[in-house]
């Protein structure tokens, strides 16, 4: 039975999360959403230095291209103007942020494919 894309959005996201909490990253907010859009993992480096809004893109194939490249300069824009939202309504420190991808290609049988993008754009 084939997946939607929201269910492979959903693992993908999933799959990022924990990854990045073996970093040793702390999860601030998941599926953050301010008008029209939504940012997918926001959290703390390790270090406590840089809070880090996280696109995640997760594929099930190659047919649309690699995940990574679905972070159109529309969207990164859309995340950047979501991100500011975020830091005017709940980050009273001074901290400063980025902007990661992780991208996801899930593969029959195989485990999934994972790179994690920091500072991407």
């Known amino acids: 039975m ?3 894309s ?13 990854l990045l909490v073996e970093k040793g990253y702390e999860i601030v907010e998941r599926n953050y959403r301010f008008g029209k859009g939504e940012i997918d993992i926001i959290a703390k480096t390790p270090d406590k230095k840089y ?4 696109e995640v893109k997760s594929r099930k194939n190659l047919e649309f291209g ?5 972070v159109t300069k529309n969207k990164m824009g859309q995340l950047r103007r979501i991100a500011s939202a975020y830091i005017y309504e709940n980050v009273p420190e001074d901290i400063d942020f980025r902007m990661d991808v992780v991208a ?3 593969r029959q049988n195989k485990k999934p494919l994972i790179e994690h993008y920091e500072n991407a754009f």
């Open 2 to 4: 084939s997946q939607s």
């Open 6 to 18: 929201k269910e492979i959005g959903d693992k993908g996201e999933e799959i990022a999360a924990e």
């Open 51 to 54: 809070l880090v809004f996280v």
């Open 66 to 70: 690699e995940p990574e490249y679905a």
């Open 104 to 106: 996801i290609l899930f």
